[in-house]
Structures are given as structure tokens and as C-alpha cells.
T-cell receptor
């Protein structure tokens, strides 16, 4: 069974631009969560999607948005990029929504904002 | 302050046991996890424990949970140089979501 895949793996953007990151969960997994990892703030939860609906959202500004498609693939969008958005963006997939069980992470997309 | 706390560094000799500790604050947490991250890589799920358990063993890994003290530990037996990585503990709160709260990570260095 293939693991969680994320594309692209690396991305360089400039301030003010927007970016879309993609995550394909493990086959059969319906929950996709997104996390931002930075040296200063560590791993922080962005949002979670289950069955195409956003079920939970972390404390990030509205410039961060996402969506999930009927095949459970998810995209995350960041508009009006700021230097502080430079980070490793990780997605995780799980079979269930209700409070846990195994969650598997992808390799991440490393975003650099210049 | 952080909900999940870990010491930042641990150094051991190859063949010794490593014990990585974690404390958390949310007593309603349902699952507690240990993830491993190697340089430039994503997070690898090592093991997890449900909050009504106090111990889980999986090959070289032993997880101990003291729910009263909100203390979680990961013991790695016979530590190898390939175990050098950052180890994160994480919790999920009670309820219908998978929002995980992570500690800052413990950097384990294994010396030959």
C-alpha cells in the first residue's frame, strides 16, 4: 500500500504570491490533516478534512485555506505569502475522524518564501 | 505555554537504552503518540498508546503512560546509531477530531 504522498516536495516563492500544496492520503483513509513545522514554533495544526468537509481548524490566519476532494485528496492554499510562511508543510492521513488511531505523515513540502 | 513538553536533547552510547520523556497537560487526551523524524524527512509513526493503557511494548520500544502525572515515556532498548533522530510526542484531545498537539521534539544522538 502506498504511503501518504505530497507534491511538490520543494517550492520557492516570493512574498505576496500564493501557493497550492497537494496531499494524497493512503488509500482508504478519509481524514487528512495539515501541519506547519518551523524551527521556532515547532509543529502546529492547521486544519483537518474528513469527507470533503473541514472538521477542525487551528489558529492560523484566513490566508491559509484548504479543501478535500471526493477521492480524499486534499489541497492547501496560502495566499499573499509572507516570509514567516517558510516552513515544512506536512499532511497526515487517518482512517477515522473520531479522536485518534494511527495517523501517517507524508514527507512534507518545504516552502521557502523569499 | 506548550501543552506538551519534552527535553530537547539526549545523548546515549550505542547498545545502551534510551528513555525519552514527555509531559502533557490535557487529561482528556485520548491517544498519545511517538513519532520519529530524520533529517529532511517527514514524521514516522513509531507507536501510540490509548489513554486507558499504562504500557505498550513493540520490539525494542516500550511506552509507559502515567495518567495521574500526565507523563509519557519512550524507552528504546539496545539503541543503535540509526536511532539518531528527533522524537516527538503528541496527544490528541477527546472528541471528534484528529488535531494533534506536539512537543518540541527530543534530539537523540547515539554515539558509537
Amino acid at each position: 500500500k502506498a504511503g501518504v504522498t505530497q507534491t511538490p516536495r520543494y517550492l520557492i516563492k516570493t512574498r505576496g504570491q500564493q501557493v497550492t500544496l497537494s496531499c494524497s492520503p493512503i488509500s482508504g483513509h478519509r481524514s487528512v490533516s495539515w501541519y506547519q513545522q518551523t524551527p521556532g514554533q515547532g509543529l502546529q495544526f492547521l486544519f483537518e478534512y474528513f469527507s470533503e468537509t473541514q472538521r477542525n481548524k487551528g489558529n492560523f490566519p484566513g490566508r491559509f485555506s484548504g479543501r478535500q476532494f471526493s477521492n480524499s485528496r486534499s489541497e492547501m492554499n496560502v495566499s499573499t505569502l509572507e516570509l514567516g510562511d517558510s516552513a515544512l508543510y506536512l499532511c497526515a492521513s487517518s482512517t477515522v475522524l473520531a479522536g485518534g488511531g494511527e495517523q501517517f505523515f507524508g514527507p512534507g513540502t518545504r516552502l521557502t518564501v523569499l | 505555554g506548550e501543552d506538551v513538553e519534552q527535553s530537547l536533547f539526549l545523548s546515549v552510547r550505542e547498545g545502551d537504552s534510551s528513555v525519552i520523556n514527555c509531559t502533557y497537560t490535557d487529561s482528556s487526551s485520548t491517544y498519545l503518540y511517538w513519532y520519529k523524524q530524520e533529517p529532511g524527512a517527514g514524521l514516522q509513526l513509531l507507536t501510540y498508546i490509548f489513554s486507558n493503557m499504562d504500557m505498550k511494548q513493540d520490539q525494542r520500544l516500550t511506552v509507559l503512560l502515567n495518567k495521574k502525572d500526565k507523563h509519557l515515556s519512550l524507552r528504546i532498548a539496545d539503541t543503535q546509531t540509526g536511532d539518531s533522530a528527533i522524537y516527538f510526542c503528541a496527544e490528541t484531545p477527546q472528541g471528534n477530531n484528529n488535531d494533534m498537539r506536539f512537543g518540541a521534539g527530543t534530539r537523540l544522538t547515539v554515539k558509537p
